[in-house]
């Protein structure tokens, strides 16, 4: 009877477990996911980018969505964003807005997603950390993320400037450790970032990236693939959970963002990644 109890229980914290870890990833892709943008700093002051990233199932290929993205910097700082998600035949899904005057790598944010009756935010961001809140149908919860100094704390879209502050440590083979703040869970997770390859396409020097859970959720989840522009910093693949449910059936899936250019159009992408 005992050894049955104790095996439900180590069943129940590995569910409980897993589920924790799909959520610490899924939330980084609402991290990366909303940057890919050339060097931050190499942006000039006032300007205002757009683009469009497109969202396909990693096992089936299927095209599942696009997120348009609306970026504004100013004196070469990424200050605030907008992304759009749309299903393939151009249906609204949600929207998701971004502001980084506050902290460069903790955004207050605002994302909503009406189909499914759901909206999370992070409402205030300061010193100690940050106040968010998740809310689905009329059910609401709140919380506070706090910073911690064994690492910089990054949350949702800043995920992306932090890599991009750090690119060239981790092109040297530096690790670079994090807590990754997952507002939907109103909790932090520690993650590690290391290079795991290097190769090039369209003329442009690529590094790839594996951004893992550094604690016992790392039994649980697979690592993160990045694949980022070396010197510009800019995201051009990424595979792992997807941070929007499929349209189609509602459940999260694994999947590969595509960020393609004149110079690394689609196709190719998707054949070399």
Do not use: C
Request: charged share 25%; proline share 7%.
């Amino acid at each position: 009877m005992r050894a049955s109890f104790a095996k439900a229980v180590l069943a129940e914290a590995a569910a409980v477990a897993s589920v924790a870890a799909v959520a610490a990833v899924a939330a980084v892709f609402a991290i990366v996911g909303a940057a890919p943008v050339a060097a931050i700093a190499s942006e000039p002051s006032g300007q205002t980018i757009r683009f469009v990233g497109e969202a396909r199932d990693l096992k089936t290929g299927e095209f599942l969505y696009t997120e348009a993205h609306e970026q504004r910097f100013e004196n070469g700082r990424w200050v605030q964003g907008l992304i759009t998600y749309r299903t393939p035949a151009g249906e609204s899904i949600g929207e998701k807005s971004l502001d980084f005057r506050n902290d460069p790598f903790v955004p207050e944010m605002r994302m909503r997603l009406p189909g499914m009756s759901y909206e999370e935010a992070i409402s205030r961001v300061d010193g100690s950390g940050a106040v968010v809140y998740a809310q689905r149908g009329s059910e609401r919860k709140e919380g506070r993320i706090s910073r911690s100094p064994e690492a910089p704390l990054a949350a949702d879209s800043g995920f992306h400037a932090l890599i991009q502050t750090k690119m060239p440590a981790l092109a040297k083979g530096d690790e670079v450790a994090l807590r990754f703040g997952v507002v939907g869970r109103r909790d932090q997770y520690r993650f590690k970032i290391s290079k795991v390859g290097e190769t090039s396409l369209g003329g442009k020097a690529l590094i790839i990236l594996s951004a893992a859970p550094d604690s016992f959720l790392r039994v649980f989840a697979d690592p993160l693939k990045l694949v980022y522009e070396r010197d510009s910093g800019r995201l051009v693949v990424y595979k792992g959970p997807s941070n929007i449910p499929n349209p189609a059936t509602g459940k999260v899936p694994s999947i590969r963002m595509d960020y393609p250019t004149p110079e690394m159009p689609l196709k190719a992408l998707l054949e070399r990644f």
